[in-house]
């Protein structure tokens, strides 16, 4: 792309954000028309917070965004060919489950196709680590380490979809964040194009998606954004350093928490983990009367908060942003702990 900040390269970075996010804005309302069409509605259950059918499918305008601007923007490669096979994938996945739900094993084989197109036909590897002045190379376990690395990012934004905007607000920062990084310094590489034109089409899908939400992502929708933040994280922070995966994934600690959370709560009553619940850090929120939008509100702020102490981390002072991580990991572990997130205080 370009290796320095003048006035020509932030036209084109503002245009990588501008175009997808002006061309979702106008497409999803068609899209909203074709979900009532073939009936991809969410109804309302005893479990849902919504009150009326909502259309859903709202996946395929976040993915339409994305394919728009790595046309305008990106570059041809293996493993963006990888990347668009997997997402392909999901988005089917997804979009079946819109309309007629699957089994969550049919779902899991799809998201696992998708992961490892993208670890042996794209070549994305977390190969090694290093901690503490310990180094560790995978060797050909790093196929496996990357296929379930990929795997988690997926269901993690997957469980976490349960309130108008919560998933797409949590994804647009996480991207935001990950731009501001690149930008500041300067590597506008693969990894920070595809987050400017995943921040672009993600926002422009939340102007129909926050509360009231006039259309829901679905599960095409979660799915792809779990595996776009897979990907560029692996992309964008490669490296041997712990911290180059780490420091990306506290963007997403709510989801990764909740996902935590909701394995060990169900497998400790027994239950799937698949199994679904009104135990969330989210429906825990609206338990103390907090409403939709104040919620996610709510879920917003703890997400900016620990992306400013990745901003301070990755740019400004690696002890300083590890003091903010662990008093804002701290904080948000204790107050979750005195919910019934796993168990039932009651």
């Not at 259309?215 to 595996?227: H, K």
């Not at 350093?241 to 506290?250: K, V």
Request: with cysteine; aromatic share 14%; hydrophobic share 55%.
């Amino acid at each position: 792309m370009f290796t320095n900040l003048d006035e020509t390269n932030i036209y084109v970075i503002l245009m990588m954000v501008f175009i997808p996010m002006i061309f979702v804005g106008f497409f999803i309302p068609i899209i909203k028309r074709i979900a009532f069409h073939v009936n991809a509605l969410d109804i309302p259950n005893e479990r849902k917070i919504h009150k009326k059918p909502m259309p859903r499918l709202g996946g395929l305008g976040i993915f339409a965004g994305f394919l728009l601007g790595y046309m305008l923007f990106g570059n041809h490669t293996y493993l963006m060919n990888s990347v668009l096979i997997s997402s392909f994938v999901l988005l089917i996945t997804g979009m079946i489950d819109d309309i007629k739900p699957l089994r969550a094993r049919y779902k899991l084989i799809g998201q696992f196709i998708a992961s490892l197109t993208v670890v042996v036909y794209g070549g994305l590897l977390l190969q090694d680590v290093s901690f503490f002045g310990l180094y560790i190379n995978f060797g050909w376990f790093a196929y496996i380490v990357t296929v379930f690395f990929i795997l988690g990012c997926i269901n993690c934004m997957n469980f976490i979809d349960g309130l108008d905007g919560l998933a797409g607000g949590i994804s647009a920062i996480f991207f935001l964040t990950i731009g501001i990084i690149g930008v500041i310094k300067g590597e506008f590489a693969l990894a920070t194009t595809l987050t400017l034109i995943m921040f672009g089409s993600t926002v422009g899908f939340l102007f129909h998606n926050f509360n009231p939400a006039k259309i829901f992502m679905g599960d095409s929708g979660s799915m792809f954004l779990g595996l776009m933040i897979a990907v560029i994280t692996l992309l964008g922070f490669k490296g041997t350093m712990m911290s180059a995966i780490i420091i990306p994934l506290f963007i997403l600690v709510v989801p990764i928490l909740d996902t935590t959370f909701a394995i060990i709560r169900r497998k400790l009553k027994g239950e799937s983990i698949s199994t679904p619940d009104k135990a969330h850090i989210h429906h825990q929120l609206l338990k103390k009367n907090y409403s939709q939008r104040k919620t996610v509100l709510t879920i917003y702020l703890i997400t900016i908060l620990f992306s400013i102490a990745s901003v301070i981390y990755t740019l400004y002072s690696q002890l300083i942003g590890m003091i903010i991580y662990g008093l804002l990991m701290f904080i948000f572990i204790y107050l979750v702990l005195n919910t019934n997130v796993i168990f039932n205080k009651k």
